[in-house]
């Protein structure tokens, strides 16, 4: 069983359009969400992360939470095209004995049409 | 030294032969981790560290693969007989130990085994 999934895309938006992408887990014990950015070739970003269900919200980004359904989600504002871009989703899970460590999602690629 | 810095950038080797990758984490990080990222995927967990203490250990791990930390700073990560298998991004990332899961990834070694 997948611990992390995310649809891997492409998920084309239109430039000033909101993005929206999702993701799910499986460890119903998870408690830190996060939102890496990583553009092609490049390391990971962190740009988001949401511990509490609820929205978050930090500029164009806002971070998503439902922890009954075991879901996350990410919205991006205003697209822009430098938001272009694999975005993955990773989850601190208890599987491994403990909190330490993160379990990434294969990513979502999103692509921002000018 | 604003980020973690890895070398090489990229790794070209034979089928047999035995590699080592260095990382340099933030300096006031206390927590290093490896994590291999091959395409289309999301990075997977290998090891992490805490200051020279090696904490945790993929179950996927093989034993050819062993990482180092002595002195607590930077980290060496070796792979024996590498195998075609082995050919992936190789991710070094740090973190404070009190917020263990906020990564800040290095650049990554590109390995590739012929």
């Known amino acids: 069983q997948k611990e992390v999934e995310q649809n891997s895309g492409p998920l084309s938006v239109p430039e000033g359009a909101i993005a929206s992408l999702n993701c799910t887990y499986s460890d119903r014990g998870s408690q830190s969400f996060f939102w890496y950015r990583q553009y092609s070739g490049k390391s990971p970003e962190l740009i988001m992360f949401i511990y509490s269900n609820g929205d978050k919200e930090d500029g164009r980004f806002t971070a998503q939470l439902n922890k009954a359904s075991q879901y996350v989600s990410l919205l991006i504002r205003d697209s822009q095209p430098s938001d272009s871009a694999t975005y993955l989703c990773?989850?601190?899970?208890?599987?491994?004995?403990?909190?330490?460590?993160?379990?990434f999602g294969k990513g979502t690629h999103l692509i921002i049409q000018p | 030294d604003t980020g973690v810095s890895q070398d090489p950038r990229h790794k070209i080797t034979k089928r047999g032969q035995n590699v080592t990758f260095r990382c340099d984490p933030i300096s006031e990080h206390n927590r290093l981790y490896w994590y291999r990222q091959t395409l289309g995927q999301g990075p997977e967990f290998l090891t992490y560290?805490?200051?020279?203490?090696?904490?945790?250990k993929s179950r996927l791990l093989s034993d050819r693969f062993s990482a180092e930390r002595p002195k607590g700073s930077f980290s060496t990560l070796e792979i024996q007989r590498t195998e075609q298998g082995d050919s992936a991004m190789y991710l070094c990332a740090s973190s404070l130990a009190r917020e263990n899961e906020k990564l800040f990834f290095g650049s990554g070694t590109q390995l590739s085994v012929l």
């Open positions: 560290f805490q200051n020279e203490a090696q904490l945790e």
């Open positions: 990773a989850v601190i899970t208890t599987v491994r004995g403990g909190a330490d460590g993160l379990t």
